[in-house]
C-alpha cells in the first residue's frame, strides 16, 4: 500500500509539475506572439509606435504597459526559443516579472526619482 501511494503522489506531482510549466510557456509565448504582431506590423513606425500601442491596448482591453513589455519582449528576444533557453536546468521558466525587469521601459521606470515622504501621518506612523 506505501509504495501504491508513492507511486501515486510522484504521479501526482509529475502531472502538477508539467503543467504548470507547460502553462507558464503558453502563458510567455502568448506575451511575445503579441509583441510578434505589434512590431512585425506596418503600423509599427516610430511616429504612430505609441498611438499603436495605445489603440491596441484600449481596443484590446489591456493594461497600455503590458502591450508596451509584450512588444519589447520580442524585440529583445527575436525568437521565442531564446527565450525557452532561459530556462535553468531543471526547466524552470523566468517569471514575467522578471524578464520585464530586464526590459527598456522597466528599467526607465525605475530610475525615475521616488519622492521622499513628508512625514504624513499616512506613512510615518
Request: with cysteine.
Amino acid at each position: 500500500m506505501n509504495e501504491n501511494l508513492e507511486s501515486v503522489v510522484q504521479e501526482i506531482n509529475d502531472i502538477i509539475y508539467q503543467k504548470k510549466f507547460n502553462a507558464g510557456v503558453e502563458l510567455l509565448e502568448c506575451k511575445f506572439l503579441i509583441g510578434e504582431a505589434l512590431v512585425k506590423s506596418p503600423l509599427w513606425e516610430r511616429k504612430t509606435r505609441q498611438n499603436l500601442l495605445d489603440e491596441v491596448a484600449t481596443r484590446c482591453e489591456l493594461g497600455d504597459r503590458s502591450v508596451r513589455y509584450c512588444a519589447e519582449f520580442y524585440e529583445k528576444y527575436g525568437t521565442f526559443q531564446k527565450v525557452l533557453d532561459q530556462a535553468d536546468p531543471d526547466h524552470k521558466l523566468p517569471a514575467w516579472r522578471e524578464i520585464v525587469k530586464e526590459l527598456p521601459s522597466a528599467r526607465k521606470e525605475k530610475e525615475e526619482p521616488v519622492e521622499k515622504c513628508k512625514h504624513c501621518k499616512l506613512h510615518c506612523h
